[in-house]
């Protein structure tokens, strides 16, 4: 697998913003860094520095908007042969995609790190743990997510 994507949803703006300028602070560069969230909610941050910002065609009562990767990719419509196709190119279920576009249209904003490392999506699940998102998820079987995986390796001596 050429990329581990790593999930998280945060219900704010401002956790949004948080998390995003803090992987771009630890080296995560924007073109790896991918939301989806309510058009009426759009982080500060992903117009700053993602780009492929785009309206999600779909018929829902909140509208959405994408960027990054995931603007690329939804731009036409969610339910299509190609949009499968470069789900499975990303390493990403079709349903764990539906499940957090079912989140945005809920409110929530989702990030997601396309990560080239098994290190680089530890530090962006890190970071969206203190950042304060509340369901973090990998969509690679290789990576299993525990409190300790995810805990700080000073968090002992801080007790």
């Given at each position: 697998?050429s990329s ?15 998390a ?22 759009a982080p ?12 999600i ?21 969610i ?9 499975e190119?990303?390493g990403l ?27 680089e ?18 969509a ?7 409190r300790?995986?995810l ?5 002992p001596?801080?007790?």
């Amino acid at each position: 697998m050429s990329s581990f994507p790593v999930f998280a949803d945060v219900s704010s703006r401002l956790h949004a913003d948080i998390a995003i300028v803090r992987l771009i602070r630890a080296g995560i560069r924007p073109e790896k860094i991918s939301a989806i969230f309510p058009r009426r909610s759009a982080p500060n941050s992903v117009c700053c520095w993602l780009t492929d910002f785009h309206r999600i065609p779909i018929s829902s009562a909140l509208p959405l908007a994408a960027a990054g990767i995931f603007g690329q990719l939804w731009k036409r419509g969610i339910h299509s042969a190609a949009v499968e196709r470069k789900l499975e190119t990303l390493g990403l279920d079709p349903e764990i995609a539906n499940r957090f576009l079912e989140k945005t249209e809920g409110g929530q904003i989702v990030i997601c790190v396309h990560a080239r490392s098994e290190t680089e999506a530890v530090t962006a699940g890190r970071i969206f743990q203190r950042a304060g998102a509340e369901n973090i998820c990998c969509a690679a079987e290789e990576i299993a997510w525990t409190r300790e995986t995810l805990a700080p390796k000073w968090a002992p001596l801080a007790a």
